[in-house]
């Protein structure tokens, strides 16, 4: 049987404005990069999701164009 990923919201500070925001995280993937609008700002960020081989995820998010 095939295990199933699931998202997780994980909080996190956006860039630009400061302010607290949750994201949701696919576990089934090692490593991620992605553009995430921000949901008080809408401007964007870019994101890098770590999932470690234990399970634990550590989220970095950065302005764009840092």
Known sequence: MVAMSELHEKATICPYCG??????????????????????????????????????CTVEVRAENE
Do not use: A, N
């Open 19 to 56: 302010e607290r925001i949750t994201i949701l995280v696919d576990d089934s993937v090692e490593h991620q990069q992605y553009i995430e609008d921000c949901e008080v700002c809408c401007r964007p960020m870019e994101i890098h999701v770590h999932i470690s081989s234990g399970g634990t």
